[in-house]
Structure formats: structure tokens, C-alpha cells
């Protein structure tokens, strides 16, 4: 078959799907979304009784409405038989641990239950307050319509302090564009720039500092906010006290803003080991972001994925079944345009965290582990130096006393590390931790 014929095939598939999906999927989706769904707080879920009764078949309709998606979507060129081979390839926390994957991953879901079991030990104010947090790149054609929801969201509920905080990360856009789409509105806000492409993990770390809502909301500069978004968060932050994670379910559209499906989750933070079931919408408290760092470039591209995984670890995450956030799926898009990147991040993320996990409960095994730094005595009374002649090394520059947030952060970090080496056939020294 050649070039041409290929093309005519997809893009027929395209059409095809597209057609299934606004006549087919979409009402299915709608109708089993207005059932309700799981409401996941810790380890406790609370699903409605209508919506039990269909729950057996949501995954299956969700895993096909969005195969259906990738099908519309020709140009991401996706063969997930050719993934499985590779994520079956990619073992890499089995490699350093010798321990088989299964294993490892029944490991770390029982762990992250038993953290998810933890009751919330924070506090916050009696009225969230919030920032809307877009950091822009290439995609002008919809910054408009991102806009206007956010500021359709901010009508709904007056009463409820909200900015936007935007960060220009695009160095071909100037800001002054952006500055008169903004102008047209109400919100109250700031706008920085960048001089040159820092990618969105740097742009969005430098820009936190400066938001002054206690809740951060992470809105893509592409995809819109659902209008009933701040009224349903201060309905749900009020009935969870001390909650510092919150993600709801999302809505697909296409280029022109039409809805393709509704997803149906019902995958805990749990399942958070298998996938990233905390997109698209994250509203996070800004003293999370302080307590346990911002995103991490390593992981650029799944960075929110990446977050959700290191917050599970530390305390209770809020999935909730409201429909807060609408994903826009066009050919520019960050999961069209970097598909294959996106997917070898994701099996990245997911080896760090196997491998992190058995690290925190069974000590440091299979890396040389280097520590020095004025507090180097301290941490080599609480870590076991790791025996044998591993191939990776990594130096850990002690700066602060040992404490066991800082022990697991440590931990995150080295195995990023030792996983980031091994998907890249490297081999030897690592970079160094400063802890």
C-alpha cells in the first residue's frame, strides 16, 4: 500500500470515528455521566446507586470511546500493540531490583492505599480563594475561548475571589497580544513573559510564588473551564476539609469547541501507579506545591502525572465525578503532536515511582549511594549504605537534616534518576541530589 493510499485510509477511519463519536459516543457518555459516578476520598467511594448499575461496563465504554478519539486524531500514529511491546520492554525497576514487575506494582498499590488511608492533617481557610494558572504556548487560535471560560466560571460565583495568572512562554507570540485579549475582560490579573522557551515545568514553578489565591487551578492555554468549575470547587473543598489535591472528570471536544465524549472515570488514586487518571484538571493548594516542590522538568509532558503520583505519597488526593474541565484533541495539541514522547515519559513515570516505592520500604538496593554535605552524618545514621559494585552511582549532597518527608522526596528523586539513566542505556554516574 503506498503513501497515499495509507492517508486516504486514515483519514477515512478519522471520519468514521468522528461520526461514532458525536451520533454514538457522545450521548452514551452523557447519559451514564449524568448518572454521577465514583466520588474517590482516600480509600473510601461513594458511587450512586443509578450509576452502580451501569459501573461494570463504564471502563470498557470509556477504553473504547477513547481509542475511538485516537482513531480520529490520524496524525498522533498510534499502535498500542507496538506499546505494549514496549512497555513490556521497559521494565527497568525490575532490572535494578531484580524483583519481577508484578510484584512491584502489587507492592506500591497496596502502599499508596494504606497512604490514601490517611485521614487529612492540614487546615485551610473557611472561603477558597483561587488562581487560574495558564501558561501559554503557540496555541492563540484558542486562548480567546480559554479566556472567556474562565471568566464564564468567574460570573457563576462572584462572590469567590479569582485571578488569572498567565505565564508567555512562547517567544514567537509577543505579549502584548495577550495582554488585549485579557484587557476585554474583568479578571483581575498578571501577566509575565518569558525571553526564551523554558517549557512548561519551569514556566509554571517561577510563576506559583506569585499567585495569591490559596488554590491553584492548571488550565492549559487551549482547553476551557467548565462554567460551573469555582461554584462546584467551593461546594466540594467545603465538605473536605483539609483535602490539598483535587481532580475531576473532563470533557472531550474537537477543534471547534464540539463535545466528542465524556469521560468515564472511576479509577482511584490508586490506580495512579497504572496511568494518569488525575488529568486534566488540577486544582491544587498552592502549600502542597510548597511542602512537597513543583513540577519536574525530568518529566516534561506528564508532569502533572508525575505530581499526582509524589502528592499520593504523601497524603489523601479528591477524585471527583464532575465534569470540570474540557480537553481540546486537534492536530497540535501536546498528546497529538508529541504522542510517542508523552507515552515513553509515562512509562518513565510510572518505573520512578514502582522503584521509589520499594526503595522507601525495603532501603536503597542496587545504586552506589554517595553521601556527603554538612549534614552527611546525620543521613548516614538513618540510611543503610547500599552493599556491592552497582553500575549506577548517585551523589547526595545532604543540606538539611534528615526528616522522613525529605528521606521520600530523596528517594522520588534518586530513582528519577537511576530509571532516567537506564531508559537512556546509560550507565555510571548520576547526577547529584541536593536534599
Given amino acids: 500500500m503506498n503513501q497515499r493510499s495509507k492517508k486516504v485510509d486514515a483519514t477515512t477511519l478519522a471520519s468514521v470515528a468522528k461520526g461514532l463519536l458525536f451520533g454514538v459516543a457522545r450521548p452514551i457518555t452523557g447519559l451514564l455521566g449524568a448518572c454521577g459516578g465514583k466520588i474517590h476520598n482516600g480509600s473510601e467511594s461513594k458511587t450512586p446507586i443509578l450509576y452502580r448499575l451501569f459501573c461494570p461496563i463504564a471502563r470498557v465504554i470509556n477504553w473504547a470511546v477513547q481509542g475511538a478519539i485516537t482513531i480520529s486524531q490520524p496524525s498522533m500514529d498510534y499502535n498500542p500493540m507496538e506499546w505494549r511491546r514496549k512497555r513490556l520492554a521497559s521494565q527497568w525497576a525490575s532490572e535494578i531490583t531484580g524483583i519481577?514487575?508484578?510484584?512491584?506494582?502489587?507492592?506500591?498499590?497496596?502502599y499508596l492505599k494504606r497512604q490514601q488511608s490517611i485521614p487529612p492533617s492540614s487546615t485551610s481557610s473557611n472561603v477558597a480563594t483561587f488562581t487560574v494558572l495558564v501558561g501559554f504556548h503557540t496555541h492563540l487560535n484558542y486562548f480567546q475561548q480559554c479566556i472567556e471560560s474562565i471568566v464564564a466560571a468567574s460570573s457563576k460565583s462572584p462572590d469567590t475571589?479569582?485571578?488569572?495568572?498567565?505565564?508567555?512562554?512562547?517567544?514567537?507570540?509577543v505579549t502584548s497580544s495577550l495582554e488585549e485579549i485579557v484587557a476585554t475582560t474583568q479578571l483581575q490579573n498578571l501577566i509575565r513573559s518569558n525571553k526564551v522557551n523554558l517549557g512548561i515545568c519551569r514556566s509554571i514553578n517561577a510563576t506559583i510564588?506569585?499567585?495569591?489565591g490559596e488554590w491553584i487551578l492548571h488550565l492549559d492555554?487551549?482547553?476551557?473551564?467548565?462554567?460551573?468549575?469555582?461554584?462546584?470547587?467551593?461546594?466540594?473543598?467545603?465538605?473536605?476539609?483539609?483535602i490539598r489535591f483535587i481532580s475531576s472528570r473532563s470533557v472531550?471536544?474537537?477543534?471547534?469547541?464540539?463535545?466528542?465524549?465524556?469521560?468515564?472515570?472511576?479509577?482511584?488514586?490508586v490506580d495512579l501507579i497504572q496511568n494518569n487518571y488525575a488529568s486534566h484538571l488540577k486544582a491544587i493548594r498552592r502549600d502542597l506545591h510548597e511542602d512537597i516542590g513543583g513540577f519536574d522538568p525530568l518529566f516534561e509532558g506528564c508532569q502533572d502525572f508525575e505530581f499526582a503520583l509524589r502528592a499520593a505519597l504523601f497524603e489523601r488526593l479528591l477524585f471527583i465525578p464532575d465534569y470540570l474541565y474540557h480537553y481540546r484533541w486537534h492536530k497540535s495539541s501536546q498528546t497529538v503532536g508529541n504522542c510517542n514522547h508523552q507515552n515513553e515519559v509515562m512509562l518513565r513515570v510510572r518505573q520512578t515511582y514502582l522503584l521509589a516505592i520499594q526503595w522507601m520500604l525495603h532501603g536503597i538496593q542496587g545504586v552506589g549511594l554517595n553521601?556527603?554535605?554538612?549534614?552527611?552524618?546525620?543521613?548516614i545514621k538513618k540510611i543503610p549504605v547500599p552493599a556491592g559494585n552497582p553500575s549506577l552511582h548517585i551523589d547526595l549532597e545532604a543540606s538539611s537534616p534528615f526528616s522522613l518527608k525529605l528521606h521520600k522526596l530523596m528517594v522520588i528523586k534518586a530513582a528519577s534518576q537511576a530509571i532516567g539513566a537506564l531508559s537512556m542505556g546509560k550507565s555510571g554516574e548520576l547526577n547529584q541530589i541536593t536534599i
Fill in 371 to 379: 553521601i556527603s554535605g554538612i549534614y552527611a552524618a546525620d543521613w
Fill in 252 to 269: 472531550d471536544i474537537d477543534e471547534q469547541g464540539r463535545t466528542l465524549a465524556y469521560r468515564l472515570r472511576d479509577e482511584s488514586p
Fill in 221 to 242: 492555554c487551549d482547553d476551557r473551564l467548565d462554567p460551573d468549575a469555582i461554584i462546584t470547587l467551593r461546594r466540594v473543598i467545603e465538605g473536605h476539609p483539609g
Fill in 209 to 212: 510564588p506569585h499567585a495569591r
Fill in 100 to 110: 519481577e514487575e508484578v510484584a512491584l506494582d502489587t507492592q506500591a498499590r497496596d
Fill in 161 to 173: 475571589f479569582l485571578e488569572l495568572l498567565l505565564v508567555n512562554d512562547d517567544p514567537n507570540i
